[in-house]
């Protein structure tokens, strides 16, 4: 089965602020991204049970043409550097999305 | 504005402290930088570092890295700026760096105009604006609090190019700013001398993070930009790297929620008609941002508060059943631990473990906590009052968990492996985020107090 890693050049997480979490996907091809666009791949529900979160908890997400980028932005569930946070940066919160499954008619 | 000549802002790495190859920075000077300009700072860290007043980067690296800075920026006369001062920002890393700058300017016999300008808030003067209604949230978080206030250790605010064009207009050639919005030193010159904002604003922000924008990225090499009335291109200037319109457009979006409004002092860059176009093989032309000035002036504040003191223990196991009954274990500790410490028992002490190869990397956020890997590492952490409390904490549940008996256990000489002797590590002071809000109508030019000497002056 393919995957988002398979068609994304970069999948990444990073602090937005100290109280959220913003992920980038790039897309390597600009029909991959306007694909994923047009079919909402990337989706407040697919993040949430992504993630184990609650919809509300995912703030937006924003399609970035210039990039042919997707971003998702959740809130953390601790402040950075609060006790009890486990990546102050959000550098390493991406790994989920990378095994993310294509619809088998994905081109 | 057809008078206006190309402008050019050299970057010679992300975050002050972090090097440049000296052949870059060389290649850089050769295209004849109008400004250097560097951002020296950022709450990535966490809020240590602005709550203890520490720089997060090394005061050698950081010398190094000015003493070439300056020495070019001198010699050209050219202004020099450095923004965020020792990473945070505040009146000790402010110091702190000045105190790096009259060394090499002793050492290189520099002279010229040395401005430091402070970006620390008083706390009489927020709380007067808390009871205004004058703070508000930056969604998703919280609403700013008095007693937040009233027991940080540092609250700055981020300064736009205002103080830095004032410093600039009082003959500044070399300047020092506490906490700054990171694009402002790269921004405030060419804004002062008439180019349009939202151009100078968005090529700072690419400016800042120097090579990252780059193809291989990195954050210890030099990247300049050129700026003209209708647009700017960004390049690297180490050969092995590009700009292409994909590195460049990503870096928009860097730690962003929303890439097409980007929110500053004094207004916002917007970016919905920015176009990026490849110039030859390295370099890339970005043209369309516009600033939106705002109706009243917003600044953002960050402070932090100290909350306890840290203890950490650094295990790991790799019997597999007591990997598959950690939970059951780790509660049993917590539980033992609880009993003994009435310090526990009403939420003044907190005891934590971390339990990588499972899910210390991703906590709550974790949809494979069920496959712990075949060993795991776990860290026990106690957050307290007091270090002594910590420690006792600490110490106190790593002996119980190395011991501890469980159901069929079998190896009944010690549940854990330690890497070190001492196996607990003091971690000191914990702070956490008090305030990172908005300010609203305060006026720029009283809340950044410019200091103006000289290089030359005995320090």
Known sequence: MRQLSDIASVIRSKNAGPYALTFDILFKTQADFERAVGRALINPDLIARLYGLSPQDVLSIIAFPPAHAIKATIRRPLPSGAVGDTDIYGAQQHAPLLSLPLDPDWP | MADLPPFRVLSPTAILGYGFPSASFEAGLAMKPDVIAVDAGSTDPGPFYLGAGLSFTDRSAVKRDLRHILTAGRARDIPVLI???????ARPHLDW?????REIAAEEKLTGALAVIGADMDKALLSQALAAGQITALPPGPEAQADLIDSSSHIVAQMGEAPLIAALDAGARVIVAGRCYDPSVFAAEPIRRGYPPGLALH?????????????????????????????????????????????????????????FHLPGPGGALDLTATQFEQRGARKVRVTGTTFIPAQ??????????RTGFRTVSIAGARSPDFIAGLDDILQGVRDRVADNFADMQDGAAQLLFKVYGRDAVMGALEPLRHQPAHEVGIVIEAVAPSQDQADTICGFARATLLHFGYPGRVSTAGNLAFPYSPSDFKAGAVYEFSLYHLLHGADPATLFPLEMSRLEAPA
């Open chain 2, 97 to 101: 760096c000045t105190q790096i700058i």
């Open chain 2, 296 to 305: 009243e002036h917003i600044v953002k504040l960050e402070g932090a508060r």
């Open chain 2, 203 to 259: 090529m700072g922000k690419i400016l800042e993070c120097a090579a990252i924008a780059a193809q291989p990225g990195s954050g210890s090499d030099c990247m300049i930009g050129t700026l003209d009335a209708e647009g700017f291109t960004v390049e690297p200037t180490a050969p092995e790297r590009a700009c292409t319109v994909a590195s460049v457009a990503a870096h928009t979006l860097y730690e962003k929620s929303d890439p």
């Open chain 2, 83 to 89: 923004g965020s001062a020792g990473g945070a920002g």
